[in-house]
């Protein structure tokens, strides 16, 4: 059985859906399991739900501030249990991640925060960082094989940002080495392990100046795995014609 597993940080749904962009990258993706990111809604805020009769089951994970990040997973295969957040309430307010256990492994969804204007938020984007490892972590050190993915708001290496600039949030030397920290920690950057040299190869681009147009872009978006699971990984792969988001859609094709 093989599986498609994707994330994309779709920067508004209801936006998305307005335009059809995301009803045609379900219908033609066709994931067996999707994470979104940056949702921009509750629920009841939203007048579609076409996942629904294309038989996804979906968990949202909603911020208390309207139209302000969220999550949502959308999932054929039903998992044997859910979690939402990271058992701090700091975080929670956010809706940043939902846990989902698949008995083969454990999949994480997540938006991670930015740092923002004058790196205002870094030391919250800091301590979510090292809240996220230390639940993978436990998890690996329970025995549980992993999958996480989202919008980790950093380009790991030179290769993954068009215009490196290490003064700039999301390529600072200490989001970095966080992402170094993971990777020693056990985990396998899917799309990096199977493209390593594949430079101009982004899931994010600033709206200014027409720069997805011209490629200026940033990889952000990741589909990481725990290092027993990156021999079944078949396939990574990067959407990047698809519309409806400043970023576009990301994921993995998962053996078992």
Known sequence: ???????????????????GDFQAWLDG???????????????????????LDAGYEATWHSAEEAGYSGALLLTKRAPASLTLGLETPEFEREGRVIEADYGEFVLLTSYFPNAGRKLARLDFKLAYYEAFLERIVALR?????????????????????????PKE????????????????????DTFRALHPDEADAFSYWDPWRQRR???IGWRIDYVFVSEDLAPAVRGAFIE?????????????ELDL
């Not at 949702?39 to 739900?49: S, T």
């Open 213 to 215: 147009e011209r490629n």
């Open 240 to 252: 990047r014609e698809q519309l409806g988001s400043d970023h576009c859609p990301v994921g993995i």
């Open 169 to 188: 949030t999301g390529f600072l030397p200490v989001e970095r080495e966080w992402v170094d920290r993971v990777v020693a920690s056990g985990f396998v």
């Open 29 to 51: 993706t066709a994931p067996d399991i999707a994470g979104l990111q940056e949702v921009k809604a509750r629920p009841e805020q939203v007048d579609e739900h076409p996942w």
């Open 1 to 19: 059985m093989t599986l498609r597993i994707c994330s994309w940080n779709v920067n508004g749904l209801r936006a998305a859906l307005r335009t």
């Open 141 to 165: 050190e329970a025995g549980r094989s992993v999958v996480f993915m989202g919008d980790l708001n950093v380009a790991h290496g030179e290769i993954d940002v068009a215009r490196p600039n």
